[in-house]
């Protein structure tokens, strides 16, 4: 088993910045990939970036150029969240993926607002 707990959320203006942790413990080795998805009320919870254990990435298109995903070790991933808008005010969840598994952490409220 994984477990994922994630940091970093708040209320923020309107082109702010947050910085999102999740830390993964248990059974780590099991580990492929990690990313961050959210959930805004009334709508389906979509990816928002992933990287993979070779550190490869991939976006949203609707915040490429905005926010950084990044990974320290085996078990730490981070969202760098720029220029933030109100439309990415959502839960924010972090995932970790094994080979038959997917792992998922409880969320952390992002609220963009003035």
């Keep these: 088993q994984?477990?994922?707990?994630?940091s970093g959320g708040g209320l923020v203006?309107?082109?702010g910045s947050l910085r999102l942790s999740c830390v993964a413990s248990g059974s780590i080795f099991r580990i492929r990939s990690m990313g961050w998805y959210r959930q805004?009320?009334?709508?389906?919870?979509?990816?928002?970036a992933g990287i993979t254990s070779g550190g490869n990435?991939?976006?949203a298109n609707s915040v490429k150029g905005r926010f950084t995903i990044s990974?320290?070790?085996?078990?730490?991933?981070?969202?760098?969240m720029n220029?933030?808008?109100?439309e990415d005010t959502a839960v924010y969840y972090c995932n970790a993926q094994s080979i038959t598994t997917?792992?998922?952490?409880?969320?952390?409220?992002v609220t963009v607002s003035s």
């Design 2 to 6: 994984v477990q994922l707990v994630e």
């Design 13 to 15: 203006q309107p082109g």
């Design 40 to 48: 805004a009320p009334g709508k389906q919870r979509e990816l928002v």
């Design 57 to 59: 990435t991939n976006y």
């Design 71 to 80: 990974r320290d070790n085996a078990n730490l991933v981070y969202l760098q």
């Design 83 to 86: 220029s933030l808008k109100p």
């Design 102 to 109: 997917d792992y998922w952490g409880q969320g952390t409220q």
